[in-house]
C-alpha cells in the first residue's frame, strides 16, 4: 500500500479569484422546475435542499431528491412524471444505462428492514422493482445513502453498514455482488467509517472517503479489493468527489466542517468558515499527488460535476442564508484550472448539480428550484 500526504503547504496555501474578469452567466435559462411546490421557491427555511440531481442517458428526464422524497421531471417542457413521497433516507440517484431503473437508497421509512441496501424503481412509473439486501453488520444497518455509478453506469459501488463496514460492487445489469471490499480501516486496523464513493471501471479503482479522519482518502483495487493509496485531500471533511475517466483524476469538494485536527477540539464538529480548504481540487487517485486547485469564491462546496468529455468542472459553492453567505455556481476548464464563469446566487443553496450527458445543459437546485441552463456554446465549447 502506498501513503501519500500532500505537504502542508499545499493544505494552507489558500487563495480567492476574483469573479471581476469572467462572466457572471453561464449560459441562458431554459427551464425552471418546482418539484416540491411554489411554497419552498418563496419560503426558503421551508425547505429546498434539493441536494441531488440526476439526468436519464437520452436527456430527457431529471430525477431530483430532497433526501427524503423523489421527483421525476421531463426536461423538454419541465411536466413531472411522478413522485415518490416518505421513502427512506436517499442521497443518491442515477438511472440505469438504458434508462428503465432509476436506482435509489432505500425506500422504506424508518428502516424498518435493516438488511435493505438499495432499491430499484421502474423509471416510468416509479414503482418499486426489487429491493436489494445484505447481511446485517454487527451494529446499525445497511441503508446506503450515497453510492457511485461508474461512467458507464455497469457497475455500481455502495458503502454498506455503519459507520462503512464493506463496499459492495453491483453488476447492473444483473444486480449480482462482483466485488466486496471488506471494511475500511486504516493502518491500525480500525474501522474508518466511509460516506463518499466513486467507481471507474477503467481505471480499475474505487474511491472512497474517511468520515473519521476529515479529508482522508481512500483508493481501493477493482479486481483484488486491496486500498493502494491513502492520502489526506482536505483539513476539512469532504462533500463530494467525481471520477473523470478522461483524465484520470479525483475531483474532490470540501465541506468546512472539521472534527478534531487543526481546527477543533474533540469529538464535536465545528463550522470553520475561513478553511482553505473549501476548495475544488484535483489528485492521482493512485499516488495521492495533488494536480491542481480550482480556485473560486464562496464557501463549503456543495455539488460537483464533472463534463463527460473531461474539459469542464462546475460546483455549487455556499451556505445556508442564515450566515449570511450567498452560493455561487462556478465553472473551471479542467486543463489549466480557469476559471470561465461565476454566477452568483444570492440566495441559500444546499442543491445539487448535473450536466446533461450530451454535456450541453447544466441542471442545478436552490431554494426549492431546479433551474436548467443552455450552456453558452462560446464559453464551454
Given amino acids: 500500500m502506498t501513503t501519500a500526504l500532500t505537504g502542508g503547504a499545499m493544505l494552507t496555501a489558500h487563495q480567492q479569484v476574483s469573479a471581476a474578469n469572467v462572466p457572471d452567466s453561464l449560459g441562458r435559462e431554459v427551464l425552471r422546475l418546482h418539484p416540491m411546490g411554489f411554497l419552498n421557491a418563496l419560503l426558503p427555511f421551508y425547505g429546498g435542499d434539493l441536494c441531488t440531481l440526476?439526468?436519464?442517458?437520452d436527456g430527457s428526464r431529471l430525477a431530483i431528491t430532497d433526501g427524503m422524497n423523489i421527483y421525476v421531471h421531463e426536461t423538454e417542457n419541465g411536466t413531472q412524471l411522478w413522485q415518490l413521497k416518505k421513502g427512506g433516507r436517499q442521497k443518491s440517484l442515477g438511472f440505469s444505462p438504458k434508462g428503465d431503473v432509476l436506482i435509489s437508497g432505500p425506500t422504506i421509512l424508518g428502516m424498518e428492514r435493516k438488511d435493505l441496501t438499495l432499491t430499484l424503481l421502474d423509471a416510468a412509473s416509479g414503482k418499486v422493482l426489487r429491493h436489494l439486501s445484505d447481511t446485517i453488520p454487527r451494529y446499525g444497518s445497511n441503508g446506503v445513502e450515497r453510492y457511485g455509478l461508474s461512467p458507464s453506469g455497469k457497475l455500481l459501488a455502495a458503502v454498506l453498514g455503519h459507520p462503512g463496514e464493506h463496499i459492495n460492487i453491483y453488476d447492473t445489469s444483473t444486480w449480482d455482488v462482483v466485488q466486496s471490499i471488506q471494511r475500511s480501516v486504516d493502518e491500525n486496523g480500525q474501522n474508518t467509517g466511509a460516506r463518499l464513493v466513486a467507481i471507474d471501471e477503467a481505471l480499475g479503482i474505487v474511491v472512497t472517503d474517511n468520515i473519521v479522519?476529515?479529508?482522508?482518502?481512500?483508493?481501493?483495487?477493482?479486481k483484488s479489493g486491496k486500498r493502494i493509496a491513502s492520502f489526506k485531500a482536505s483539513l476539512t471533511g469532504l462533500s463530494s468527489m467525481a471520477l473523470d475517466p478522461h483524465s484520470g483524476w479525483l475531483i474532490t469538494g470540501s465541506d468546512g466542517w472539521s472534527r478534531g485536527g487543526p481546527y477543533s477540539q474533540g469529538e464535536s464538529k465545528?463550522?470553520?468558515?475561513?478553511a482553505p480548504q473549501t476548495e475544488v481540487r484535483a489528485w492521482d487517485p493512485k499516488t495521492g499527488k495533488l494536480i491542481k486547485t480550482f480556485f473560486g469564491s464562496g464557501i463549503k462546496v456543495r455539488s460537483l460535476a464533472v463534463r463527460t468529455d473531461g474539459k469542464y468542472v462546475f460546483a455549487i459553492k455556499g451556505r445556508h442564508l442564515a450566515a449570511g453567505k450567498p452560493a455561487y455556481l462556478l465553472a473551471w476548464r479542467m486543463s489549466d484550472g480557469k476559471l470561465m464563469a461565476a454566477k452568483s446566487l444570492d440566495q441559500s443553496t444546499d442543491g445539487g448539480a448535473a450536466l446533461s450527458p450530451d454535456g450541453k445543459r447544466l441542471a442545478y437546485?436552490?431554494?426549492g428550484t431546479v433551474r436548467i441552463i443552455e450552456l453558452d456554446a462560446a464559453l464551454f465549447q
Wanted: proline fraction near 0%; avoid cysteine; glycine fraction near 4%.
Fill in 270 to 274: 465545528e463550522w470553520i468558515e475561513d
Fill in 54 to 57: 440526476a439526468w436519464s442517458a
Fill in 365 to 367: 437546485a436552490v431554494d
Fill in 213 to 222: 479522519a476529515d479529508g482522508q482518502v481512500n483508493t481501493w483495487d477493482l
